[in-house]
């Protein structure tokens, strides 16, 4: 993304990018910027220093503090050159990865540029892996973190309900063989919704993030995702039976909770065995 709103500049940099196969998009101020960014998630950001409703040290400070951007996504500032020791300090404080003086070095920004696209590929390869179990296909303990994080800030913002299903086996202290743990995750992604989130937080702990779906709703869904994984054969002998706990709200705005308290409290009556809260 390059956000400036001088046309000439814009398009000599998109004509250094463009032929090297990076799609470009514009932002013309600050304030479109950060709409654009928190939109489309660009994997870096070119930012003219003047900007006609803010400075460009500030809107990297903005893109940051508000995660508009992804931390690894490189923001690059530029201005008219020279540029002084002091000037390329404060940019760097500000979060932004270089300083780089007008007009363009074409062969100096697609070399810096691919350096830093090198960097943030392999951090985003990392933390996808942190944030997909293995085994079963399904996210992990972080992942289902963020994601319910941002389908509690869509239900918080239009009013919609949201609950957390947690599934594991009746007793947690028997050994329960592989084999049932993948049958249940594939019987969970064939009850389950398109729109819920599944997920695995434990060695034989299951989640389901069902979006629009208010307490009763997730009771009924629990009950048919017992029915359909509490039963069964596994390589040892019969599956175990399982337990579910189930948190859900009917209006999160209205609840005034943090998305992530109903994925803790659902999980808390399974381990502590406590009846099913809603």
Same mark, same amino acid.
């Given at each position: 993304?390059?956000?400036? $709103? ?30 654009? @960014? ?21 809107? +990297? ?65 990392? $933390?996808? /892996? ?33 609950? +957390? ?15 049932? +743990? #993948? /049958? ?11 729109? #819920? ?68 409290? @659902? ?10 809260? @809603?």
């Amino acid at each position: 993304m390059i956000v400036s $709103e001088q046309e000439w500049t814009s398009r000599s940099l998109d004509s250094i990018l463009a032929p090297q196969g990076y799609a470009v998009m514009r932002a013309y101020n600050a304030r479109q910027a950060i709409e654009r @960014a928190r939109g489309s998630n660009p994997d870096a950001v070119f930012i003219d220093t003047m900007l006609p409703d803010a400075d460009g040290l500030g809107l +990297c400070k903005d893109l940051l503090e508000q995660k508009a951007l992804s931390p690894a996504a490189p923001v690059i500032l530029y201005r008219s050159g020279p540029i002084r020791r002091d000037e390329r300090i404060e940019a760097l404080d500000a979060g932004a990865w270089d300083l780089l003086p007008l007009p363009f070095d074409a062969q100096e920004v697609l070399l810096r540029l691919d350096r830093y696209m090198r960097a943030k590929r392999q951090i985003d390869q990392l $933390e996808e /892996s942190s944030l997909m179990d293995p085994t079963t296909g399904l996210y992990t303990w972080s992942g289902i973190l963020r994601r319910v994080r941002e389908m509690g800030a869509a239900a918080a913002r239009f009013r919609r309900p949201l609950a +957390c299903i947690v599934i594991a086996p009746e007793d947690a202290e028997e050994p329960v063989d592989t084999s049932f +743990c #993948d /049958s249940l995750a594939a019987a969970l992604q064939n009850t389950t919704r398109d729109s #819920d989130v599944l997920g695995r937080i434990g060695p034989m702990e299951f989640v389901v993030v069902a979006p629009d779906t208010t307490a009763e709703g997730a009771r009924i869904l629990a009950e048919r995702v017992r029915q359909v994984t509490g039963t069964g054969e596994t390589t040892v002998g019969v599956a175990p039976r399982i337990r579910t706990g189930v948190f859900g709200v009917n209006d999160l705005h209205d609840a005034n909770l943090d998305p992530t308290e109903l994925l803790v409290r @659902a999980t808390m009556a399974v381990r502590d065995r406590l009846p099913v809260d @809603a």
